[in-house]
């Protein structure tokens, strides 16, 4: 089994990526900046023993293109999968250099540090942004990629520049867009961590812990079923496997190739809360507001291709991933209230 570099390891998707290779018995590199992901979940990570893996983690930024040769130097990587980025849609707005650099060119250090040292694969975390405003639905990867927003902008231009990479230089990727990520670790060992938080799952979650706190809704008066969008809920485990079995699939001699990675069901808003209250057992107070700015009414994935090409289904449901979501909010919570008690 090869050794795989984990940009972005630290993270939410990451850091379940790498738990799903280690469990397919692959060494694993990780190297994060530790700006968005966390030296806890690095720890935790190492501390996994499963199948003799190692999990090395370096720390160190992709903007600095000596950090990255580096691990190429020390660690004999044999593919690359690629989280480390930004990845806010509303921050992207306000703040596109930050993006612009980070991701894009952070990528292009990433990708020529690679071909210096001959690692001619990488799975690459694309996103369903690069489609912007759907024409149909669901959406296939036929679909037109016209991004709305600098962040989807960012993950666009990286695919196109991988394309260019393997018609000059051989560097095979797999681009797998992903849909909305929820849940975390079945085990609770990893979840979702970010500050600030602004995804769904983990907003209604955070509002059934502190007595009060209102869980805000963006928008109840579209031209949905319930008035509320209506989102494609991907397991980020089931997400994790998708990442190994792209790697199986590159290692096999694949050609270059991008996947959604969506259920093909689509759950309002409202759906969603309904069925966290009902995992919490807890009523939790709502706030409709206006419409969030850039929200489609309706993202759904059509995602025939990865199970035709890569063997990829996704098993777990919405309810799955709001359960594991709830237990590791729980444990979030207790950190949380342990360091600002250790502050106090
Ligand atoms: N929502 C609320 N209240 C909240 C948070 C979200 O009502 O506190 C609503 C949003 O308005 C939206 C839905 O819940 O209608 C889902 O919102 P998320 O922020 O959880 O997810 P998005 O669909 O906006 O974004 C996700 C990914 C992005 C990606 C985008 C498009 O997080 O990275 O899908 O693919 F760019």
């Not at 990780?30 to 996994?48: A, P, R, Y």
């Not at 995804?199 to 209102?214: C, E, M, Y």
């Not at 309904?274 to 759904?300: M, N, Q």
Request: proline fraction near 3%; charged fraction near 20%; aromatic fraction near 10%.
């Amino acid at each position: 089994m090869g050794k795989i570099l984990v940009t972005g390891g630290a993270g939410y998707i990451g850091s379940h990526c790498v738990i799903a290779l280690i469990n397919s018995g692959y060494d694993v590199v990780m190297f994060d900046s530790l700006e968005i992901g966390h030296i806890e979940t690095v720890k935790t990570l190492q501390s996994i023993q499963a199948k003799g893996s190692v999990v090395d983690f370096i720390q160190g930024n992709l903007q600095n293109l000596s950090e990255i040769s580096d691990v190429f130097k020390r660690h004999n990587i044999d593919s690359v999968v690629h989280f480390a980025a930004y990845s806010q849609v509303a921050e992207s707005v306000k703040e596109p250099q930050k993006y612009y650099y980070n991701n894009v060119y952070g990528t292009l250090n990433l990708l020529n540090a690679m071909l210096e040292n001959n690692v001619k694969n990488i799975v690459f975390s694309s996103t369903a942004a690069t489609y912007g405003n759907p024409v149909y639905a669901p959406i296939d990867e036929k679909h037109p990629q016209i991004p709305v927003n600098p962040y989807g902008k960012t993950k666009l231009m990286i695919e196109n520049i991988m394309d260019d990479y393997d018609k000059a230089y051989g560097l095979k990727s797999v681009r797998l867009r992903y849909f909305n990520v929820a849940g975390a670790d079945y085990q609770a060992r990893v979840g979702e961590w970010h500050n600030p938080e602004t995804h769904l799952i983990p907003n209604i979650l955070k509002s059934t812990f502190s007595d009060g706190k209102t869980f805000t809704l963006f928008g109840d008066d579209y031209d949905t079923k319930d008035g509320t969008c209506i989102r494609d809920y991907i397991n980020v485990e089931d997400l994790a496997n998708a990442h190994v079995l792209a790697i199986k699939y590159l290692n096999n001699g694949g050609e270059t190739n991008f996947f959604n990675l969506g259920t093909t069901e689509g759950n309002s808003v409202k759906e969603v809360f309904k069925t966290c209250e009902d995992v919490v057992g807890k009523s939790v107070p709502i706030e409709i507001h206006p419409r969030r700015a850039g929200d489609p009414a309706l993202l759904i994935a059509a995602n025939n291709k990865a199970k035709s090409v890569m063997g990829w289904s996704p098993e777990k449901t919405l309810r799955d991933s709001i359960t594991s979501a709830y237990n590791w909010e729980k444990i979030l919570q207790e950190r949380i209230q342990k360091k600002e008690m250790a502050e106090i």
